[in-house]
């Protein structure tokens, strides 16, 4: 079964409130112009020129955010990859760090995108949220089975036209200030058309109780058991 990406929901994105870093120069995504490092096996002139790096960075910060329920995520780009995927497109990998609401801790992310040279818009990214020692937690405990139920309905929300039952079977949790982060994986059945791994990513705010970002990928995990999406 093809690889599947959904979000539950997506919050309003300013690129005047975004910020990136890239190659140690910071600038809002909106305005001043900052150089995306060159690949190190293809030129910079194979990517474009400054202005389309400047767009490339404005349009992984907005792709990024969108990820997020919430009007406010200030979003800084680190170390920034761009390589030609296809006459049109370009790779986009790197990594940064973001906040959520204007408070609590920075929250480092590694990210994957494809960015479509024509539309000057970029794919939903491959988001990897990292930071924090993760601890396991049963299925069952209170956050991993309301985590359940998000992805539960989703999945029904997704695939209307045939049924589709989700069981979560393990997952962990990582404490970054306010925010809990909770990574499983699981299986989708749909009955008579088969079943499939899915892993699985939720980003809780424990002062707002409810949950900035959930997500889920269909198919086998690249690496872990438990994914990091």
Do not use: C
């Not at 990897?128 to 020692?133: C, Q, S, T, V, Y």
């Amino acid at each position: 079964m093809a690889l599947r990406t959904t979000l539950l929901s997506i919050g309003t994105f300013s690129a005047l409130a975004a910020m990136s870093v890239i190659g140690g120069q910071q600038a809002t995504a909106a305005g001043a112009r900052s150089a995306i490092p060159a690949p190190s096996a293809e030129p910079t002139a194979a990517i474009g020129s400054e202005r389309v790096d400047d767009a490339i960075a404005a349009a992984v910060i907005e792709s990024i955010s969108r990820q997020f329920d919430t009007a406010d995520v200030l979003v800084q780009l680190g170390q920034v990859d761009v390589r030609p995927a296809s006459i049109q497109d370009r790779r986009v990998t790197g990594g940064g760090r973001l906040r959520i609401d204007g408070t609590g801790e920075w929250i480092p992310f590694h990210f994957d995108a494809l960015y479509d040279t024509a539309s000057a818009e970029v794919t939903y990214p491959q988001l990897e949220l990292r930071g924090g020692a993760a601890a396991a937690v049963s299925p069952t405990s209170a956050i991993a089975a309301s985590l359940d139920g998000q992805v539960a309905r989703a999945l029904e929300n997704e695939f209307q036209s045939q049924p589709v039952s989700w069981s979560l079977e393990n997952a962990r949790t990582v404490q970054l200030g306010r925010f809990t982060r909770v990574q499983g994986s699981g299986v989708a059945d749909f009955g008579a058309d088969g079943s499939t791994p899915a892993q699985v990513e939720g980003l809780y705010d424990t002062a707002a109780k409810r949950w900035v970002r959930v997500h889920y990928e269909l198919g086998p995990a690249a690496g872990e058991a438990v994914a990091s999406l």
